[in-house]
Antibody
C-alpha cells in the first residue's frame, strides 16, 4: 500500500529557502513507472503543479516555468524519499504544498497529507 | 498553456440526484491525459477518473467520465452524502506539464 508522508516547516521568512520532504512507503522512489511530484494549492492560484523527479536508468526533472529558476526537486534512494527546495521565497509562495505520485507516469494517484506553508517575516 | 475552465462554479443538488460537471480546454487535450479529482475540506485531492473515462481503484461506478478534444464531463449518477465536495479536472502533457481547472463545488441543496 503506497503512502506519502510529508514533513517540513510551516513558516519561512522571505528570501529564504523552503525545503519539504516526502517519505514514500510501499514503493521505491526509483520505480521505473512512477514520477514524484510537488503541487501547491492557494486561493489565488488554485492547484498548481510545480515540478517532478523520476528515475529511468538515470534521474530526470521537469519544472513549471513559473518556478523553474528557483526550484529543485530531488530524491534519496537510500531513504526512499524526495524533496522540494524552493529558494528566494516571497509571500506569494504561501500555500498548501502536496507531494504526489505520478502513477503510470502521470495521473496523481497517491498524495501526501499536505503542508501549509506561510512566508512571512 | 492549456487553460481548463470548469462549469458551473457551484452545483446545488439533493442526494439521489444526478450531477453533471463540465471541463472545457482552451486547446485539444489528449484524452489519455485527462483526469478528475475530488477534494473534501482538509483533505488532499483524490483521483477519481484518468484517461478521461477510466475509474481509479476503489471508485464507485456511480462516477463516470466522458469526452474528447476540448470538452470533458464528469457524471455522478446518484449523489450520495459523501459526494458533496469540490471536483477538479486536470490535463497532462502540455507546458506546464500539468494544469488544473478551478474546480466545481457540489453542495447540498
Amino acid at each position: 500500500h503506497v503512502q506519502l508522508q510529508q514533513s517540513g516547516p510551516g513558516l519561512v521568512k522571505p528570501s529564504q529557502t523552503l525545503s519539504l520532504t516526502c517519505v514514500i512507503s510501499g514503493v521505491s522512489v526509483s520505480s521505473n513507472s512512477a514520477t514524484w511530484n510537488w503541487i501547491r494549492q492557494s486561493p489565488s492560484r488554485g492547484l498548481e503543479w510545480l515540478g517532478r523527479t523520476y528515475y529511468r536508468s538515470r534521474w530526470y526533472n521537469d519544472y513549471a516555468v513559473s518556478v523553474k529558476s528557483r526550484l529543485t526537486v530531488n530524491a534519496d534512494i537510500s531513504k526512499n524519499e524526495f524533496f522540494l527546495h524552493l529558494n528566494s521565497v516571497t509571500p506569494e509562495d504561501s500555500a498548501l504544498y502536496y507531494c504526489a505520485r505520478g502513477g503510470s507516469g502521470w495521473y496523481n494517484d497517491y498524495w501526501g497529507q499536505g503542508t501549509l506553508v506561510t512566508v512571512s517575516s | 498553456e492549456i487553460v481548463l475552465t470548469q462549469s458551473p462554479g457551484t452545483l446545488s443538488l439533493s442526494p439521489g440526484e444526478r450531477a453533471t460537471l463540465s471541463c472545457r480546454a482552451s486547446q485539444s487535450v489528449t484524452s489519455s491525459y485527462l483526469a478528475w479529482y475530488q477534494q473534501k475540506p482538509g483533505q488532499a485531492p483524490r483521483l477519481l477518473i484518468y484517461g478521461a473515462s477510466s475509474r481509479a481503484t476503489g471508485i464507485p461506478d456511480r462516477f463516470s467520465g466522458s469526452g474528447s478534444g476540448t470538452d470533458f464531463t464528469l457524471t455522478i449518477s446518484r449523489l450520495e452524502p459523501e459526494d458533496f465536495a469540490v471536483y477538479y479536472c486536470q490535463q497532462y502533457g502540455s507546458s506546464p506539464l500539468y494544469t488544473f481547472g478551478q474546480g466545481t463545488k457540489v453542495e447540498i441543496k
